[in-house]
């Protein structure tokens, strides 16, 4: 009985790092704020993959790629970097589907 137990332990020790492989660790949307432009355009649970083509694995990636977003030059930018301010004023006066095209 002895044998089995320990068998019964090493297995539960081991477990997670056998088991790991099978999960994929994503940035996924928990919550939008109902007064997000967004709110009806991205569902709960939508894992996010890529911004701007930076790739995004972890929460920790979705802020390193908002940092560099942020940090190229303004001419390089494509826009996703913006005060909240500004993106209600863009989605109250043209529309949120024409600042997503």
Request: charged letters at 15%; one cysteine or more; glycine letters at 4%.
């Given at each position: 009985?002895?044998?089995?137990?320990?068998?019964?332990?090493i297995?539960?020790?081991?477990?997670?790092?056998?088991?790991?492989h099978?999960?994929?660790?994503?940035?996924?949307v928990?919550?939008?704020?109902?007064?997000?432009?967004?709110?009806?355009?991205?569902?709960?649970?939508?894992?996010?993959?890529?911004i701007?083509?930076?790739?995004?694995?972890?929460?920790?990636?979705?802020?390193?790629?908002?940092r560099?977003?942020?940090?190229?030059?303004p001419?390089?930018?494509?826009?996703?970097?913006?005060?909240?301010t500004?993106?209600?004023?863009?989605?109250?006066?043209?529309?949120?589907?024409?600042?997503?095209?």
């Open positions: 009985n002895m044998v089995l137990v320990l068998i019964a332990l297995f539960l020790l081991i477990n997670p790092f056998i088991i790991q099978l999960y994929i660790e994503a940035a996924t928990y919550r939008v704020s109902k007064d997000s432009p967004i709110y009806n355009l991205l569902p709960i649970h939508s894992t996010i993959q890529y701007d083509g930076c790739n995004v694995n972890t929460s920790n990636d979705w802020y390193q790629c908002l560099l977003i942020r940090d190229r030059h001419e390089q930018s494509s826009g996703y970097c913006l005060t909240q500004k993106i209600q004023l863009l989605s109250n006066h043209i529309g949120i589907k024409s600042i997503l095209i």
